[in-house]
């Protein structure tokens, strides 16, 4: 028997094992308890965030013979049959809006919503997907959703709710679905890791948070290709960074160290090696953007670490601090701006390598920029090497002094010239 995928062995079976959706779960446990039920809601959020699961355990609580209950039961008939593992049920119908959402399969679902539940206390309708359904669809389940059998529930999962028709949306309890948290997921991928008893590296979990941007779906699905393609040794970094396609983060820290030194010859020695290891400069410019974000925070915020803005290692922690003392909060944030504009115009270009060299320029030489914040850049960098001059003990220039207008041309003492404006002095007799 074939091993199934992570994000399908270990989708939640109750809304107590549903991570990062707390403003949804509870609100949802809390009717169930008090029987307060609507007949049809609308779950929306980014993809792979728990929709469609939270649709699934819903079903499951109303079906469940001690239900409705928030905690199902998982032994009898509809838990069963119902369980991420399970056959499925007659009475909760799936339907995917993508392909079935004209106007006859409204009118389809119309008709058969009124017979009742073959073996379960309620029939439920998932629709997912339901931005795709037409006007035209939309408007023929508009009557049925607006005063449906007491036995028929409807639960709408999509990504864009906008798109829903308003007459539907405001006859439902809608619910926001939001990305998880990196450091929730890097709970449940380090779970899920003890539990599968394999070897992985701590570091590579936030480059699989990373990827996955806040979604469960994704993140399991980046995992689980990591642990396919793991040797004995498990997953290592190096194997994760290869496959993954991410910047090394040696490369990073030679690149910003380069910056805050203004060592040109270091910084295009990186471009280079990341050419010609085969890297996509682009990836390597979004991966450098987001580094100097986290120089940014660092440079503002001195316990960010502490506090979750910076998820890092130790080791690599105290170097991000060390680059982001060198640079400034100034520097860094218009270096940031000019690696932004930088990927806006690498978008469809047919050489990618020649425009993230003259990003690296632009970062280089704030002079030839006339904005505000290269200005600030400019000042910040004064202002650092005089700072560096004065604790080396270097005396700091004097300015000459201006010799009083009574003082002949004969003394030591050089005399300093009248600006044009000032009011001519009177010629001696």
């Known amino acids: ?39 049809a809601y609308l779950f929306s959020g980014p993809r792979g965030c728990g929709k469609t699961s939270s649709a699934r355990i819903l079903a499951r609580s109303l079906n469940c013979v001690n239900g409705p ?56 309708y998932v629709i ?17 959703v607006e ?35 990196p450091s929730t997921m890097v709970g449940l991928l380090d779970r899920i890791c003890t539990d599968e008893d394999v070897t992985i ?35 290592t970094y190096q194997h994760a960074v290869a496959l993954l396609g991410v910047t090394d983060a040696g490369l990073l820290d030679e690149a910003c160290s380069a910056l805050a030194a203004d060592d040109g010859a270091a910084l295009y020695g990186v471009v280079d090696r990341v050419v010609d290891a085969g890297h996509d400069p682009r990836r390597f410019a979004s991966d450098l953007l987001e580094r100097l974000r ?45 690696v932004h504009n930088g990927l806006v115009e690498m978008r469809g270009t047919t050489s990618p390598r020649l425009l993230l060299e003259l990003v690296c320029a632009r970062m280089l030489l704030p002079a030839a920029d006339d904005s505000q914040a290269a200005l600030l850049q400019r000042l910040e960098r004064l202002e650092r090497r005089l700072a560096i001059a004065g604790e080396g003990g270097m005396p700091a220039p004097v300015p000459t002094p201006v010799p009083p207008q009574g003082r002949t041309s004969g003394e030591s003492a050089p005399q300093a010239r009248a600006p044009e404006q000032a009011a001519p002095v009177a010629e001696p007799p």
């Not at 074939?2 to 990062?20: D, H």
């Not at 779906?217 to 040794?233: C, F, K, M, T, V």
């Open 128 to 144: 997912d997907e339901a931005h795709m359904v037409s006007s035209q669809g939309f408007n023929a389940l508009l009557k049925l």
């Open 294 to 338: 986290d120089l940014v925070i660092l440079a503002t915020v001195p316990d960010a670490a502490g506090k979750g803005l910076v998820d890092a290692p130790a080791d690599q922690l105290e170097r991000m601090t060390l680059v982001a003392n060198q640079l400034g909060v100034a520097t860094a944030s218009r270096m940031a701006d000019v």
């Open 69 to 124: 209950t928030p905690d199902p039961c998982g032994v009898c008939g509809s838990c069963v049959a119902l369980a991420p593992d399970g056959p499925g049920s007659l009475d909760v119908v799936e339907i995917d809006a993508a392909s079935h959402g004209g106007v006859d399969d409204a009118r389809d679902l119309r008709e058969r919503a009124f017979f009742a539940p073959v073996n379960s206390r309620f029939k439920v």
């Open 1 to 39: 028997m074939a091993n199934r995928a992570l994000y399908r062995k270990y989708r939640p079976r109750t809304f107590a094992e549903v991570i990062g959706q707390e403003h949804v779960t509870a609100p949802l446990i809390q009717a169930l308890k008090n029987g307060k039920l609507n007949h």
């Open 201 to 235: 590296e701590k570091s590579v979990l936030p480059l699989v948070v990373r990827a996955g941007g806040g979604s469960a779906r994704d993140s399991l699905s980046i995992l689980d290709q990591l642990l396919a393609g793991a040797g004995e040794g498990g997953v």
């Open 147 to 181: 005063e449906p059998p007491d036995f028929v529930k409807f639960v709408f999962a999509t990504t864009e709710p906008d798109k829903v028709l308003q007459t539907i949306r405001s006859r439902t309890h809608h619910y926001p679905f939001r990305l998880i948290p």
